[in-house]
């Protein structure tokens, strides 16, 4: 089992930056797929990022692409992700998934675990 905290969410002008984390517990994180997503009212969840155990082969959505980093630190079993010049479609609630798969997952059936999601607003 895996426990995932997600933190660092907030209220952010357009253009503006925020951290999230995502800390682990439970299993080695090292062995662990990761990803972000994110799920705005009335839509559906949708992936932001994700990156394979080591931090490999990672995936980025064409909306975030060259604004958000996804990084992971495994002593610390957290990973994070730096949201940059951030943009009012952005807003939404975040949530970390980790999966027990060595391979870069985009979609949201295929992970184990779900974090309890943090609110991102950007104000325009």
């Known amino acids: 089992q895996v426990q995932l905290v997600e933190s660092g969410g907030g209220l952010v002008q357009a253009g503006g930056s925020l951290r999230l984390s995502c800390a682990a517990s439970?299993?080695?994180?090292?062995?662990?797929?990761m990803g972000w997503f994110r799920q705005a009212p009335g839509k559906e969840r949708e992936v932001v990022t994700a990156s394979r155990w080591g931090g490999r082969s990672i995936y980025y959505s064409d909306s975030v692409k060259g604004r958000f980093t996804i990084s992971r630190d495994n002593a610390k079993s957290t990973v994070y992700l730096q949201m940059n010049n951030l943009k009012a479609e952005d807003t939404a609630v975040y949530y970390c998934?980790?999966?027990?798969?060595?391979?870069?997952?985009?979609?949201?059936?295929?992970?184990?675990?779900w974090g309890q999601g943090t609110q991102v607003t950007v104000s325009s």
């Open positions: 439970g299993r080695t994180f090292s062995s662990l797929a």
């Open positions: 998934a980790a999966a027990r798969a060595d391979r870069t997952i985009v979609v949201t059936t295929a992970y184990d675990y």
